[in-house]
């Protein structure tokens, strides 16, 4: 079984910087793509970064400039490092990984399957 925790989240006034942590652990043999998304109340779970195993990033234009997304590969964790924090950044933030896992099942080969974090409360206010 495969989790994502997550870490780092609270609360933080305008122009401040949180930064986000998520470590994955359990039974699998390797990390694909991670990400964060985040969801505001009333509306979709959006994409905020994501980044590949050999590095490369991707940004939502919500966040380029501000937010950036660095994974050691050793520890299974990626970050989410927030600057210059905007009260619309609040939201719940939740982990992704796409991750090779054992065969189970009727399965009998080893498969991708995504798995997504318990989420962490980011709250940016005066």
């Known amino acids: 079984q495969v989790q994502l925790v997550e870490s780092g989240g609270g609360l933080v006034q305008p122009g401040g910087s949180l930064r986000l942590s998520c470590a994955a652990s359990?039974?699998?043999?390797?990390?694909?793509?991670m990400g964060w998304y985040r969801q505001a109340p009333g509306k979709q779970r959006e994409l905020v970064a994501t980044?590949?195993?050999?590095?490369?990033?991707n940004y939502a234009d919500s966040v380029k400039g501000r937010f950036t997304i660095s994974r050691d590969n050793a520890e299974n964790t990626v970050y989410l490092q927030m600057n210059s924090l905007k009260p619309e950044d609040t939201a719940v933030y939740y982990c992704?990984?796409?991750?090779?896992?054992?065969?189970?099942?009727?399965?009998?080969?080893?498969?991708?399957?995504?798995?997504w974090g318990q989420g962490t409360q980011v709250t940016v206010s005066s």
């Open positions: 359990g039974s699998f043999f390797s990390i694909n793509a």
């Open positions: 980044i590949t195993s050999g590095g490369s990033r």
């Open positions: 992704n990984a796409d991750i090779l896992v054992p065969p189970m099942g009727s399965r009998m080969l080893a498969y991708m399957s995504d798995y």
